[in-house]
């Protein structure tokens, strides 16, 4: 995985449609919560190959029923990158990285702010 983004497009029958190509040979959902056809958004954080993603889990909906799942995951390298030189900067004291960074960058760990604008 080498890309900003990564995007799967999942059939209401758990068939993989089409994929970004960015996300190589992966064939496995990008985490297995969102394609379980229920109809609300699901934002996760999950491990694939390794590397930490925040994934985007969005039913597809036509008229009054799911027909697929759209998944898009980025990579969150940057923020661990930060959280981890905050948290020694801070000698590990997470009240000075809640004063530090704000509360978007928190809420950001719990998986709030991921598309807000």
């Not at 890309?3 to 064939?27: C, E, F, H, M, V």
């Not at 496995?28 to 930490?52: F, M, N, R, W, Y």
Request: aromatic fraction near 6%.
């Amino acid at each position: 995985m080498n890309s900003n983004a990564y995007i799967q497009l999942w059939g209401r029958d758990g068939q993989l449609k089409t994929t970004s190509p960015a996300i190589g040979l992966l064939t496995e959902p990008l985490e297995s919560v969102g394609t379980s056809g229920k109809a609300s958004l699901c934002i996760i954080d999950a491990t694939i190959q390794g590397v930490h993603l925040r994934v985007l889990s969005a039913p597809l909906i036509f008229g009054n029923r799911i027909i697929g799942v759209l998944q898009v995951a980025t990579s969150m390298a940057v923020i661990d990158t930060y959280a981890q030189r905050l948290a020694l900067h801070h000698g590990g004291n997470g009240g000075d990285i809640r004063c530090a960074c704000g509360p978007w960058l928190m809420a950001c760990f719990r998986g709030q702010a991921f598309f807000s604008a």
